[in-house]
């Protein structure tokens, strides 16, 4: 795959309004619709203990209504639109989005930018949304053995940094959090000078300009401040957990490496020769750990690796295995072999090849939805990398040499930055007890 | 709301839908064989053991290889298997030079899936350790004997990952024998969306199906049959918050009260925060993060399920507001206002279920499979248009009795064995 595939599909085209707010339009007509995403930079990474899921309690409370529009209406208008809405919160940002017919955009922008402004925080809403909020933690972690798991992990690996706390927050802080607290995280974090409008679709970048302008130009807020971040401490050194869980059946290793991200990599080449290495090991059933650990040894059942660069602070480069037989010694020494080969001998050229031809496609087969495209930037802005980094993805990723990526794998991918986490079943004499 | 969809047969009997869409350089396909769990007999896990190993391996290829040969041209190949269809989605990029080859591999192993039996003892370890997985799982848990308890003796009881024991007993023989009988060019539909010509669709889709036999269809599936008792299903599962699951079967595809159904449980329980459940539960009273109500049609017919999981000290109270939400709806009908709500909202977000590429070959696939007219969509969108609030309600009262539902608990023995 020496020539390039497709055209560019990165014609986006940006706007700042006099209060900060900046605005993003990529346009894509196969479709009459459009995604609307406001994102502001504030997310779990920058809470502290005491407040550890106010993020996304605010995130839950932005649903409670303004004067203008009470409780229940901002749905129910959104709705009759034929409109999806929803929000989510990760580490770095907290998002609110409509997706909906491209002429209707004008309504998603009237209530994001009502409540951008004049969301009404109230006590007896607050007691309601904890409860809700608190379930949603039940469903996603204290009641799976995984999600119990994963908590632990996090506080192990991360140990030191701002993404140590779940995004969800712990549980006696989203219990604490008060009125006062959430009404000053609004306050300093939901403004137009910290947030950014991203929309895709069927529309025509001007025109959304304008849009923009009128609805959100007119609002006022302080301006943004930068997060206080502590510093990391480099290198944490090797850290380990084991975890026993009651109700886990089966036996799951992770071996984590604090890497750089996208937006902390001292050249970007760093950030997608991780990439290429993670779809080097994974990337599909054709990969260097099915091919090894599941079909060959038959160590593990299934096995992955991942590496997301879309973070703030330094992200993480991960390989996930399930044991079949308890057996995670000689899993964990075959995992480090693979790790260690990847800087200890050349990659092949058709190893390189198809990484580059799947890290291509996933490019174009993600861009199938504008939902997705409106991610990309959303994510890259928040983090602070930028929405061009991913225009050169392609040319990256083609360029990016066997020598390069030797180095960078025998850089970070070592025993100092990692971390090991099992999740083990409780031994059968223990469940006696 | 049109979709211009192409449909022919290819020289060996398969069905073959297409919409053209050009824009970005992709390629989305469908083959789905009418060869679902259903067909299971007496041994669950049989369908999707033989689906999940159409990748791994042909007379000349190892598994090794055959993913190879996808990845290396960037494309993503994924199996799924349910009740009705098992299905092998592929996902590339329209360029010839990768487009071509991709297609030529996935028409081999379709073909001419080998079963090689370390390959079987992988996959069946896999499924083994999903069946390990869905048991620390209260939400799979519950889904799992939702199904077993409405469908009771009808094929779709039994659920398609299998159980420890049919698994372990599942041997290559048998998994050649199914894929002999059901994986038949007759017995096939394929659904094209992408960057592509008629021309070209039309030659993939020959590539794709002429290693199948002609074969013959599967013969239909006996219909599902309403309870005539109201089950409680208690599985007991150490956690804070007990998962529900209430109501019954309903349905398939192409029946006259489908639309009016649908809207009525849009109303009930649907999409975002402004259902009757999502309110009651959610916003007004804080019981759960999520309520929700769904209809989902098959071949055979389809099910009604009201589903809400809250903290285990308010299980009786959750139960008792989506009963009697569900009562209330089926004696007084939606009021105005509510009717009209969802029927908006309904509508508003046809064009959003045809966005993208997959999008679009998720309705078109299922338009081709279920035999729907080809303007189903825009018919069922103007019989959403001009349903009254009467219509729903007579529909509702046809199709579901809260005395012969059943309800499945999910939590710990002492909170669920306390209501009913």
């Known amino acids: ?433 | 709301m049109e979709l211009s969809i192409q449909h022919w047969c290819t020289d060996n009997g398969a069905r073959v839908f297409f919409v053209a869409r050009h824009g970005l350089p992709i390629v989305d396909l469908r083959i789905a064989f009418n060869a679902g769990s259903a067909r299971d007999s007496t041994m669950p896990g049989l369908a999707r053991m033989t689906s999940n190993l159409l990748l791994e391996g042909t007379a000349d290829r190892t598994a090794s290889e055959i993913s190879q040969a996808l990845e290396q041209h960037g494309a993503r190949a994924q199996i799924r298997c349910g009740r009705d269809t098992a299905d092998i989605n592929v996902r590339c990029l329209s360029n010839r030079v990768h487009l071509e080859p991709v297609m030529r591999t996935v028409g081999d192993c379709v073909g001419c899936a080998h079963f090689p039996s370390d390959s079987v003892d992988r996959i069946r370890q896999r499924m083994i350790a999903g069946l390990s997985q869905e048991a620390a799982a209260p939400m799979e848990k519950s889904e799992k004997g939702f199904t077993a308890a409405i469908f009771a003796d009808h094929p779709y009881a039994t659920s398609p990952g299998g159980e420890f024991d049919s698994l372990k007993a599942i041997d290559p023989q048998r998994l050649r024998s199914f894929h002999g009988r059901y994986f038949a060019a007759t017995n096939a539909t394929v659904t094209l969306v992408g960057d592509l010509s008629r021309e070209q669709a039309e030659r993939i889709a020959e590539q794709i199906v002429v290693r199948l036999p002609v074969g013959e269809r599967a013969p239909a599936l006996p219909p599902v049959r309403p309870l005539s008792a109201r089950p409680v299903l208690r599985l007991p599962f150490e956690a804070e918050q007990t998962h529900v699951s209430i109501g019954g079967v309903s349905l398939s595809y192409g029946h006259a009260d489908h639309p009016a159904l649908h809207l009525g449980c849009h109303i009930l329980g649907g999409g975002g925060l402004t259902s009757i459940l999502a309110r009651r539960m959610r916003r007004e009273r804080g019981l759960s993060y999520s309520s929700a109500c769904k209809l989902t049609a098959g071949a055979a017919g389809g099910r009604f399920q009201m589903k809400t999981h809250v903290r285990n000290e308010a299980l009786s109270e959750a139960l008792s507001v989506v009963r009697a939400s569900l009562c209330e709806l089926l004696e007084q009908g939606p009021d105005t206002d509510a009717l009209e709500l969802a029927r908006e909202n309904l509508l508003g977000s046809l064009p959003l279920q045809l966005a993208s590429n997959q999008d679009l070959l998720e309705q078109v696939a299922i338009i081709g499979f279920y035999n729907l007219p080809e303007d189903y969509v825009h018919r069922f969108s103007q019989q959403v248009r001009t349903l009254g609030g009467e219509d729903v309600r007579a529909a509702l009262r046809r199709h579901l009795d809260p005395d012969l539902m059943a309800t499945v608990l999910v939590g710990p023995q002492p909170v669920i064995s306390l209501v009913g």
């Open chain 1, 1 to 433: 795959m020496s020539t390039t595939i497709a055209p560019s599909i990165e014609t986006i085209e940006s706007t700042v309004l006099d209060n900060g707010l900046r605005v993003f339009v990529k346009p894509d007509s196969r479709a009459p619709i459009a995604v609307s995403q406001i994102w502001y930079r504030v997310g779990s990474s920058y809470e502290q203990r005491g407040v550890t899921g106010i993020s996304h309690l605010l995130e839950h409370m932005m649903f409670k209504g303004t004067p203008r529009y009470p409780e229940g209406v901002f749905s129910e208008i959104v709705s009759r639109q034929g409109s999806r809405e929803n929000a989510f919160t990760g580490r770095d940002f907290t998002a609110y989005f409509e997706i909906l017919a491209a002429d209707r955009l004008p309504v998603a922008f009237e209530l994001e930018a009502d409540r951008m402004a004049n969301l009404d925080i109230r006590d007896k809403a607050l007691q309601t949304e904890r409860q809700v909020v608190l379930e949603e933690r039940r469903l996603r972690t204290d009641d799976r053995p995984e999600g119990r798991f994963l908590e632990r992990y996090g506080a192990v690996a991360e140990a030191g940094t701002a993404y140590a706390h779940p995004v969800i927050g712990w549980a006696d802080d989203i219990n604490a959090i008060d009125e006062h607290d959430l009404k000053h995280w609004y306050w300093q974090w939901y403004t137009p000078a910290n947030a950014n409008l991203v929309v895709t679709g069927a529309v025509d970048p001007s025109e959304v300009f304008e849009l923009a302008e009128a609805h959100f130009g007119i609002l006022q807020g302080p301006q943004a401040v930068q997060p206080c971040d502590p510093r990391a401490l480099t290198p944490p050194g090797e850290r380990r957990l084991v975890y026993r869980d009651a109700q886990s059946q089966l036996t799951h290793l992770r071996i984590g490496y604090r890497v750089p991200s996208f937006a902390t990599a001292e050249t970007e080449e760093d950030a997608y020769a991780l990439m290429m290495l993670a779809v080097i090991l994974d990337g599909g059933e054709g990969g260097r750990l099915t091919d090894a650990l599941v079909r060959g040894s038959g160590q593990a059942t299934i096995v992955s690796s991942a590496y997301n660069g879309m973070t703030r602070l330094d992200a993480e480069f991960t390989c996930h295995a399930v044991c079949p037989n308890n057996q995670t010694e000689t899993l964990e020494q075959s995992l480090k072999s693979q790790i260690a080969r990847l800087s200890g001998e050349p990659i092949s050229e058709s190893e390189l090849r198809r990484a580059r031809s799947q890290l291509i496609a996933d490019h174009f087969l993600n861009a199938d939805d504008i939902f997705n495209q409106a991610m990309q930037i959303g994510q890259l802005e928040a983090i602070g990398a930028g929405w061009e980094t991913f225009s050169k993805l392609e040319h990256k990723v083609q360029s990016i040499s066997q020598a390069q990526l030797q180095a960078v794998a025998g850089r970070y991918l070592k025993a100092e930055n990692s971390v090991v986490g099992i999740l083990s079943p409780f031994e059968s004499e223990a469940k006696c007890e």
